[in-house]
Each structure stands twice: as structure tokens, then as C-alpha cells.
């Protein structure tokens, strides 16, 4: 470990113009840190101002901490080191081949997302709801496989709770391959299966390994699921939408006559609101439609949040 880190000191003197811009970003760093904790520039009843600095330091200090570990020329010399012992590893028919399966598996995805898309219909519950809303969500995902043993869908996939923790349902399954193969259950069939649970945070959870079914994809091959869900909500509340897998073009469609009651609108973490758009169907029914340009990484979830509309007051 030593040899490592006097090897790393080693390149980095070899570096002056980046180990100079480095010790500015620290320097930058330190200067906020104790403009943020001390009162040696400002006094004590500004809070503000103290907890901006504090971000700013906060955040040099990572971008020190990272421009250490993800230099190139430093990458460039771990991978020649031990390059050769993770090829050895992966590739040659000495290592164990359950070593190397287990690295393959880490280094490959099972598969991914071409398009999905979340439709949602809202509806009014009954009198006694207390003004409560339900919407019956359809997801539906087109993907494919990666695995080179093939794909099979066999984990976990979950649904939140709604409002004041009204447990949801899943309501349907379906899964089918590009052969044609296909298979599909019912919440009924589901429960006998014993595939759905809640867990003590009151998340409905479906394991996909305990339905019974053959259906297989190939490596690189295509598949459809489609899988839906009832949930209880209030006329403001928000949902998160989100999938284990990489997505790489999402629809959301919302639906229902609580459309024109209530403004939407679709946040994908880490990049912003996403803009919809009104389509007006041939029964003069009317949707909104949000169409995401972003990939959406595993678990980087989209919220959907909605809440009633404002009544602009007459004028004074």
C-alpha cells in the first residue's frame, strides 16, 4: 500500500500545472470553509451568507478529493498495473469459472430500456373518500437482453404507498418475448403465487422469481412487459416513477377528467421539469403528455407531482 502511494506522489510531481491548479481549488476551499465557521469576516447573525460559503467549500473540497482519484494520467497507470491481472481474471481458463462469471456479471448490465412508458388515468373515489383521488397506472416497457445466458425476469420490482399510507395493488403482469412466448397473471394469481408482499414501510413488492412461467429471451434479444398498478392519492400529492434498468426515452401520459382541475408537472432528478404537451383525443377528451430527452440511469426516478389549479381572482 505504501509502494502504491509514494507511486502516486511519484506521477503527481511529474504534473506541476495540474498539482498547481489542485492546491488552488483547496486553497479556494479553506478560504470558505473559514469564512463559513468563523467570524472573522462578517458577524454571527448572518446566516445566509455563512450557509453559501459553506456549499462553496463544501464543494471545492469534493472536486479536490475527485480530480485526486479520476486524473487520467493516473487511471492510465492503474489500468496498465493491474490490467493485466483483470483480463487474467476475466479471460483466461485458469481462474476459477465462477470467478469469472461473477466479474463478467459485474461489468455487464442484464439488459436495458429502448422506451417506457407510464400512463395514468385519474378518477374521483367515492363521497366518503374525503375528496381522495385513485389513478390506475399502466407501465409499459419495451427492453432488451444483455445477459449472455439469457434473460429471464426474476427480481424485485415495487410500488409505493399512496396517500396516508393506503397500501397500492398491483393489479396485472405480462411478459413477453420476441418468439411470440408469453405469459401474464392477475392480482388473484399473483397472491396464490405468494408473489406480493408489503414491506414494513408499506411498499408493495412483487418478485417476479416466484411466477411460474418459461418465458426466456436470447442474448440481445427483445422483449415487452407491461405491469399495473392502482394507487390511492390526495388532489395535491405527488409519485415517483422509476425502473432498475437504464431507460433511454420515457413517456408519461396523464389522463382523466381531473385533467383540467389540476396542474402537472414532471421533474426528472438530476435534470429539471420536463414540458408537456396537450393532446386533445377524437372523444374530446383531453391528455398531457410528457416526452423525457434524457437516459435515465437505474433508480433515477422522474416525479410526478399535481395539485389543484389557481383561480386568478377578479380584478381590483
Known sequence: ?????????????????????????????????????????????????????????????????????????????????????????????????????????????????????????????????????????????????????????????????????????????????EDGQRAEYTESEMRSLGALSLDVGGTTVLDQSLLLHETHVPFRGKYKAERHVTVTCSRADYFPLFQARIVLAQVVIVKGQVVNDLDFTLVQLGRGPIAARKVTRPDGRVELHFEGEHVAFPGQASILSWRPKVVAGPAE
Open 1 to 177: 500500500m505504501l509502494v502504491r502511494i509514494r507511486q502516486y506522489f511519484t506521477l503527481m510531481r511529474r504534473r506541476r500545472g495540474f498539482v498547481l491548479g489542485l492546491g488552488l481549488v483547496l486553497i479556494v476551499a479553506c478560504v470558505c470553509e473559514v469564512i463559513a465557521y468563523t467570524d472573522q469576516v462578517w458577524a454571527t447573525g448572518q446566516a445566509g451568507e455563512r450557509q453559501l460559503a459553506a456549499g462553496f467549500g463544501d464543494a471545492f473540497i469534493i472536486a479536490f478529493v475527485l480530480a485526486l482519484l479520476v486524473d487520467p494520467v493516473a487511471q492510465h497507470q492503474f489500468a496498465t498495473e493491474w490490467g493485466r491481472d483483470l483480463y487474467w481474471a476475466i479471460f483466461s481458463p485458469d481462474a476459477p469459472q465462477d470467478f469469472r462469471d461473477a466479474l463478467q456479471g459485474l461489468a455487464a448490465p442484464v439488459g436495458y430500456v429502448t422506451r417506457c412508458t407510464y400512463e395514468l388515468e385519474f378518477r374521483e373515489l367515492d363521497e366518503s373518500s374525503d375528496g381522495l383521488l385513485s389513478f390506475y397506472l399502466r407501465v409499459s416497457l419495451s427492453g432488451v437482453a444483455l445477459d449472455r445466458h439469457g434473460f429471464h425476469p426474476a427480481d424485485k420490482v415495487l410500488v409505493v404507498s399512496g396517500h396516508g399510507g393506503h397500501a397500492s395493488k398491483y393489479s396485472f403482469w405480462s411478459f413477453e418475448g
